[in-house]
């Protein structure tokens, strides 16, 4: 077995240095009940040519995003990530390296960090954020009950612009965790009345920006009222791409800003890993979950850096942590870190109009299909649209038509009939005239 | 007199009138290595003796810090958030953590005294 | 002399300064700044197009001040990265002998799999005809979890090991909710990780210790003690993070069964036992598995992982969406709580679960195969037990008697030396190892747990065996200070961990305000 190194030979005299007749005196331990003799019904070990072909085979039943006209985001958008970042994230020292708890021999992915949280703090406008979470949607979760813990309050008011997963795992983390939440019910292109639901008993109020419909809107005002009545404003943001073109949370006053950072440097793999990206101001940030990576000098005075502020992590405080995350996103944290500074401010600007453009311009074409309007006054690279029927079985009959449209908003909303023609499409820099121009025609022609 | 008591969990507290000054022990500073930062409790807040008033953090270890006594916070020390050292360079006097208005100045007197936590201390090794 | 031997004599002593470069770099260790320290202005490292012209759609809330990213060409960040990169060490480098890390080979299979563009090129929530592909190769994986746990269930969308744990409990809190017996206390050893008693404070339990005995084992009579109509679980981990296999476990399940609670098992150390013990014969009722621990997706820096949770029948019915059901027309992934679903506590993740962790577990799972896993539990366990007995008699072995897939030793072998846990392990790295898991477990002073895994030849362990003796010699010469002031040749002396904390530096600032902040 090719990634077994002893040999038989070696196991002998393993054997024999240890006193033990077989490999089965070392398993003594395990009661007799639960001893297995035999294998496992499981296939035996193939080579990497049987298991590169069945896997080939099972991948090869997926429509690829990039073979066909793509516009499906919902939280997750293709963009292209240039090939350098592959190729730099596949170094074995990063690949195969762990947690930098030994900061002397791990000053490369201490230092990838420093420059990820930094990236992150720019992006959002904030002052301080950590070394990433598992996804956009837990680390929205982790805001709501920092929030809690800052205020000493339970109560967290999500607007319904908020992308339903993350609405979905906040349910269930307050539920178990005691805590309330007041849950607002999606209205796209209509308002809603944040304000007038916080009380005294409200932590926080979580909003999200580019909103789940694509909404663009300012939440200066929000915030205000939020800190008159001691609560906190956290801001969402799923896109995170949209901050190279719009004002960021931190300059709106946000407190707490919870994002999903694939969009730069990671690929769609169809929902995971991701990269939860978390941002704060820096009077909270021992109440910040996550690792964080500080700057200090070593025993020379060369400057380095430590994984620090340990002491609200679970190795430490155990069941008084500020969470209980370990393990988080390491790999995908330096894929952001090497794509966005290979954009640098440049590169960030114009990516961001470029998929701005890609959407007007799918917006326009679709919007003069007859019967569809669009939703949005305002958008970034993704809008909604209303088609004149129920919008999934659109969707299923333009994939068989080669065009894979965006997402029926009943996937997430089973039993809202009233949002059942509301279609989301995205349109990202990877979208070519072509696509929208095949999009547009599929559409009409389905729709007849 | 100033009566200085001690406790189990290595904190002392000085009785002046009706308030008494907290602090953890020199001993227990030096176990937990060079203080990063001290988790305070509110002005105003009451404490129950035995139950924890505030927590002291080194890099890599958090220890809390038992109220010896029942009561009021009435102050805490303000300059160990600039300067957690105060607490390993001055751990009974400039390193003070809070000032308590005592609820039951009795409870006082079921707490070591010096020479009582001295040989407690000398028991640990 | 010729040139060899002047060099030589130049070299620096142990303990001595080293010759001083003018540039600050040594060879091929090259001090690098930070991006942000490298601003081109104006510069990028990609080529895009300018957008045609359009009509703004941003509601006028276009970003009016610049980001503040550094510009840097292609060359100039390939050189950056590769350069950080040769400062850490990893796996591929060397034995990294963390214990309860399980710091496998990452075959490079797996990444070749993961990149095909019909798993890493497609969206979550495409339309499930289009996907069928991929969510069959989660079904398989769920297959060969439930296989090898012989569990009949199992939750596949949580993203670690703590998210893993984070899913067991709740679905027992809902079990027992769904009873009309809530409960209120979750047990856990001394020796667990940090993750079980954060994990039980997070779902609203109050946690309570359980004691080890001498033998490094659950206190069976101190668990059944604690065990009341108030215990919602226990979370034990097994083999446990001593290293040793809970001979007691089917008492200590039927204990924990008959108070009328559940059984919740820690997975990290399934490596010890996977092929050759099934947990569902332990009286295991929820396990999370490690993916990157186990089955050998890469630790990444610190992640991603992936942590899967197999359940027994009576906790199925609570796990969080989506799950994956077999229909007349293919797979299907249900994402709301009706139908069979209906008691589902809902989601813990957006989307679906770590599907590249997936592909790259399911490639290993089937190089090895059922007889290959089996072998994978054997050399690991021979591996730690082979390390226990060549280096018992010069470090302080923990527990006598033989350990499961790591070994555990304490700081007794140090006493009165002046020398710590942590100086030892820092003169480890100057030998070119990584350390071993150091002060854990909490149960014995100055741990170090050691856990090589199979992936490590036995001439790889005899010259790890080789530093360790030499440097026990060491410290028995008495050798303090050299100790102290190890590590010496790596990119980074020891760092001031204190100062880290007290004035707390977590990002880049430009040059005055970075001053100001560290003031």
């Known amino acids: 077995m090719r990634y077994l190194p002893l040999t038989d030979a070696d196991r002998r005299d393993m054997l024999a240095a240890i006193g033990a007749a077989s490999i089965d005196e070392l398993f003594a331990d395990v009661p007799k009940a639960a001893r297995r003799d035999g294998l496992v019904d499981l296939p035996k070990a193939m ?67 420093f420059e990820f949280q930094t990236q992150v703090a720019l992006l959002t406008g904030m002052e301080v954020a950590n070394a990433s979470l598992y996804d956009g949607a837990t680390a929205c979760a982790e805001a709501v009950a920092m929030a809690n813990r800052v205020t000493r309050r339970n109560k967290a008011v999500l607007s319904g612009g908020l992308h339903p997963h993350y609405r979905s795992v906040c349910e269930t983390y307050a539920r178990f965790a005691g805590n309330q939440l007041d849950a607002q019910d999606p209205a796209p292109g209509g308002g809603e009345d944040l304000a007038g639901r916080i009380d005294s008993d409200t932590a926080c109020v979580v909003v999200q920006n580019p909103d789940f419909y694509g909404e663009i809107r300012d939440f200066t005002a929000l915030a205000r009222i939020c800190h008159d009545k001691g609560a906190l404003l956290v801001v969402v943001v799923t896109e995170v791409l949209s901050l190279g073109a719009i004002t960021p949370p931190g300059e709106m006053g946000a407190d707490i800003v919870a994002a999903e950072g694939q969009s730069i ?117 993704e809008f909604a649209v209303r088609l004149p029927r129920p919008a999934a079985p659109v969707v299923e009959k333009l994939a068989e038509r080669g065009v894979l449209a965006g997402i029926p908003v009943s996937r997430f909303y089973p039993e809202r009939t009233d949002l059942a023609d509301l279609l989301l499409v995205a349109a990202t820099e990877t979208v070519t005239e072509d696509d ?13 | 007199m100033a009566t200085l008591r001690f406790t189990k969990d290595h904190e002392w507290v000085r009785q002046e009138g009706d308030t008494a000054t907290v602090g953890i022990t020199d001993y227990a500073q030096e176990q937990m290595g060079d203080v990063v930062y001290v988790e305070l409790p509110e002005v105003g807040r009451r404490v129950e003796q035995g139950k924890e008033a505030a927590v002291v953090e080194s890099a890599k270890a958090a220890s809390e810090v038992y109220a010896p006594v029942s009561g009021e916070i009435v102050a805490v020390n303000d300059v160990l958030g600039g300067d957690p050292a105060q607490v390993n360079a001055d751990a009974m006097g400039g390193g003070w953590f809070m000032k308590i208005r005592l609820a039951d100045p009795k409870q006082l007197d079921g707490l070591m005294d010096q020479a009582a936590y001295d040989a407690f201390v000398a028991e640990q090794h | 002399m010729n040139d060899w031997s002047q060099a030589l004599s130049h070299h620096p002593a142990a303990g001595g300064e080293a010759v001083a470069t003018i540039t600050g770099n040594r060879g091929l260790q090259i001090e690098e700044p930070l991006i942000f320290e490298q601003d081109s202005p104006g510069k990028c490292g990609v080529d895009l197009p300018e957008p045609p012209a359009f009509r703004s759609r941003l509601g006028g809330l276009e970003r009016k001040g610049p980001v503040g990213l550094p510009g840097l060409s292609e060359p100039q960040i390939v050189r950056h990265y590769t350069r950080l990169s040769q400062k850490n060490y990893a796996i591929d480098s060397g034995l990294y002998p963390l214990g309860s890390c399980t710091m496998k080979h990452n075959p490079r299979l797996n990444e070749k799999m993961a990149r095909l563009p019909g798993f890493a090129d497609v969206h979550p929530l495409q339309p499930q005809s289009t996907v069928q592909g991929a969510i069959e190769l989660i079904d398989t994986l769920a297959h060969w979890l439930k296989t090898l746990t012989g569990m009949p269930a199992v939750a596949l969308s949580p993203a670690a090991g703590a998210h893993g744990e984070l899913c067991g409990v709740m679905t027992i809190r809902a079990a027992l909710t769904a009873r009309g017996d809530p409960r209120s206390r979750i047990l856990v050893p001394e020796s667990a990780h940090g993750t079980n008693p954060a994990t039980a ?116 019915p609570y796990a969080p969406l989506p799950w994956i059901v077999h229909g007349t027309d293919g797979f299907k992934l249900v994402e709301h709580a009706a139908g069979q679903a209906d008691d589902a506590i809902g989601r813990l993740k957006g989307f679906h679960g770590q599907m590249g962790m997936f592909v790259r577990a399911l490639t290993y799972m089937m190089s090895h195969g059922s007889d290959g896993l089996r072998q994978v539990a054997e050399d690991a366990v021979l591996n730690a037990n082979y390390l226990r007995v060549r280096l018992a008699d010069v470090l302080s072995l923990s527990f006598p008697g033989i350990c499961m897939h790591e070994v555990l030793f304490d700081d007794r072998f140090l006493k009165d030396t002046g020398i710590s846990t942590l100086d030892f392990a820092k003169a480890l790295i100057d030998e070119g190892f990584h350390p071993m898991t150091m002060y854990f477990p909490l149960v014995v002073h100055g741990a170090l747990l050691i856990e090589p895994t199979e992936t490590e030849s036995k001439a790889s362990l005899d010259q790890f065996v080789a530093a360790v003796r030499g440097l026990v010699e060491r410290v028995r010469a008495g050798d303090a200070v050299a100790f102290q002031a190890a590590p010496q040749f790596t990119p980074r002396r020891r760092l001031d961990e204190t100062n880290a904390a007290r004035k707390p530096i977590l990002r880049w600032r430009p040059e005055p305000e970075q001053r100001q902040a560290a003031e």
């Open chain 3, 201 to 316: 404070s997070a779902c609203g339990y109050s946690v309570g210790s359980i004691p080890a005995n001498k033998s490094g084992r659950v206190d069976l009579a101190a668990l059944k003690a604690k065990l009341g109509p108030d215990v919602a679980a226990l979370m034990l981990t097994n083999p446990n993070t001593c290293g040793l296999f809970e001979n007691e476990i089917l008492d200590i399940a039927e204990a924990v069964h008959q108070a009328g609670a559940f059984f919740y098992c820690d997975g990290a150390n399934f490596n010890a036992i996977v092929g050759r013990v099934r947990p569902a014969d332990l009286g295991i009722d929820a396990l999370h598995i490690n993916l990157h621990k186990t089955f050998s997706t890469p630790h990444g820096g610190g992640g991603p992982g992936s942590g899967p949770v197999v359940l027994a029948a009576e906790l199925a």
């Open chain 1, 265 to 381: 440097g990671n690929a769609l793999n169809f929902g995971g890993p991701y990269v939860g990206l978390f941002a704060t101001r820096d009077k909270f940030v021992r109440q910040m979950p996550g690792r964080l990576a500080g700057q200090t000098v070593d025993a020379e005075g060369r400057r380095g850096w430590v994984l620090t502020l340990s002491t609200r992590e679970q190795h430490i405080r155990r069941e008084k942590a500020t969470s209980n995350i370990c393990t988080n996103s390491g790999l995908c944290a330096l894929a952001f870190t090497i794509h966005l500074s290979l954009l640098a401010e440049e590169g960030l600007t114009r990516l961001a109009r470029l998929n701005h453009a890609a959407a007007v311009a799918a917006a326009d074409r679709l919007a003069a299909v007859p019967g569809v309007k669009l939703v949005n006054r305002s958008f970034f690279n």
């Open chain 1, 436 to 448: 929208i121009e095949r999009f547009a025609a599929a559409l009409t022609e389905v729709l007849r």
């Open chain 1, 47 to 113: 080579g990497e040519l049987e298991v590169e072909r069945r896997l080939s085979a099972m991948a090869a039943k997926n429509v690829a995003a990039g073979s066909v006209p793509f516009f499906v985001g919902g939280g997750a958008y293709r963009h292209h990530v240039p090939a350098a970042v592959d190729h730099l994230i596949q170094r074995g020292e990063f690949l195969t390296s762990y947690t930098p708890y030994q900061p002397e021999v791990s000053q490369g992915t201490l230092q990838y960090l």
